[in-house]
């Protein structure tokens, strides 16, 4: 699983041999993820709140488009109300399954106006941790979960940027996994990104 990851993280940002030109750019983000499960065998389920980080570069081709290869740290999943007082787990506090990717996107980068673009383009990522965590430790912690989710995922993510002059940029971001979760069942990861990012 290691070399996967460092094997894609080098293709994405090894793609500047190629494309580098004086405009190159090479930076790091950070911000929140709103998630959840989708499909129709996805049971109903409450977003989980989580975090995004990681590194970003970007490729001109042209003065309005370039391409945008990333490597980001995504914790997603989705949280499982355990509220009712007929709840087999005998608590009364939120379930929260986590799973957290290597999200590797390569981005079109299309400039609509001085810093403000547009983002979309597909997704490779790598299930790094997948486990459920419930509050108040009941049965001895968290429970990790082995041979659970599929390891890959393909997707894709899109959005908006804007970018000041000063190198700092907000954005905001869609992802949504094509692949499914598990093999024979019918659900899929989707989050709700934000966050903020700082370009050299």
Excluded: C
Excluded at 27 to 50: E, F, Y
Excluded at 60 to 74: G, H, R
Excluded at 124 to 147: C, K, R, T, W
Excluded at 164 to 182: M, S
């Amino acid at each position: 699983m290691k070399k996967l990851i460092l094997m894609a993280s080098f293709i994405a940002l090894g793609t500047t041999a190629t494309f580098a030109q004086s405009a190159f750019k090479f930076g790091v983000k950070a911000g929140v993820n709103v998630s959840n499960i989708t499909g129709s065998d996805s049971r109903d389920q409450d977003s989980r709140l989580s975090f995004n980080g990681g590194f970003v570069a970007e490729l001109p081709i042209s003065e309005k488009f370039s391409l945008q290869p990333e490597v980001i740290y995504s914790a997603q999943g989705s949280t499982i109300a355990a509220i009712d007082e007929d709840n087999f787990l005998d608590i009364d506090e939120n379930i929260e399954y986590q799973l957290d990717y290597i999200q590797v996107p390569l981005l079109a980068k299309i400039y609509l106006a001085d810093g403000f673009s547009l983002q979309g383009g597909p997704s490779i990522n790598f299930l790094v941790n997948e486990e459920i965590d419930s509050q108040p430790v009941s049965n001895g912690g968290d429970i990790n979960i082995v041979d659970g989710a599929n390891k890959f995922e393909f997707g894709t993510a899109a959005g908006l940027e804007y970018q000041f002059d000063n190198g700092f940029f907000i954005q905001g971001r869609y992802t949504r996994g094509f692949t499914r979760i598990y093999d024979n069942v019918n659900a899929y990861n989707y989050a709700i990104q934000a966050g903020v990012g700082y370009v050299f």
